[in-house]
């Protein structure tokens, strides 16, 4: 499985060897040293993938991750020296599909962006009919990944779509937090297991989910599952 993929770092001895790890397992490998020289390549070139730092010099990572969850859903992984958990969080509600920390293993960051182009291709590949549920509250279409709520449309980062893909494949099915990370992560490492619930807080806000009528329902002691059945 190759891709061409945008190392967007300030530090070029970094970039160099995450080039060498990525181009070894045959990707085409492009680089940005700073925020906005990254923006022009995304909208030039169109990687399938975008490892971003971000402590970069002028444009904030966060401003470019923002600006292109705003213009596309490229998938982002995340590699920055801001280890703590708000980081991590926060990274996640600005649309990071995975969050790496410096110091880094380059095998372990190759096999984190496998493992989200793996997800991302197997949610392009798959195709199936559109499915209400709820008596139409929800309306989800896998194949052209668009989401209805109340009528209205719902954008969602890969991510949040993935997500939802995973609760509504089986409606009224509890799903750990573990089983939904490696749905929508492509892996099942642990300390990631409670990104999940940043993950669904953003998915109840988009879709408008609030008390008493939920409809992704957290089961207490294991993780959350979808409230209510297909309209099939």
Do not use: C
């Not at 010099?57 to 801001?82: F, H, Q, Y």
């Amino acid at each position: 499985m190759t891709a061409t993929v945008l190392v967007v770092d300030d530090e070029p001895k970094l970039r160099s060897l995450v080039r060498d790890y990525l181009e070894r397992d045959g990707h085409t490998v492009l680089e940005a040293a700073d925020g906005l020289r990254a923006l022009e390549i995304t909208a030039d070139i169109h990687p399938d993938l975008i490892i971003l730092d971000l402590g970069l010099p002028g444009l904030p990572g966060e401003e470019v991750a923002r600006s292109l969850r705003r213009d596309g859903d490229v998938p982002i992984v995340m590699l920055t020296a801001k280890a703590a958990e708000n980081d991590r969080v926060m990274g996640l509600r600005i649309g990071a599909d995975d969050y790496v920390v410096k110091p880094f293993s380059p095998r372990e960051l190759v096999a984190r962006v496998e493992a989200v182009l793996r997800r991302t291709r197997r949610g392009h590949a798959e195709t199936s009919e559109a499915v209400s549920y709820g008596d139409g509250r929800l309306h989800i279409d896998a194949e052209r990944r668009e989401v209805h709520a109340d009528g209205r449309p719902v954008e969602l980062t890969r991510t949040e779509f993935d997500l939802l893909a995973a609760l509504a494949s089986r409606p009224g099915r509890a799903w750990s937090r573990m089983e939904l990370v490696g749905r929508v992560q492509g892996h099942a490492f642990g300390a990631y297991e409670r990104t999940i619930d940043v993950h669904v807080k953003n998915l109840r806000h988009k879709l408008g989910d609030t008390p008493p009528f939920r409809l992704v329902v957290a089961v207490p002691g294991i993780g959350y599952k979808l409230g209510i059945d297909s309209d099939a």
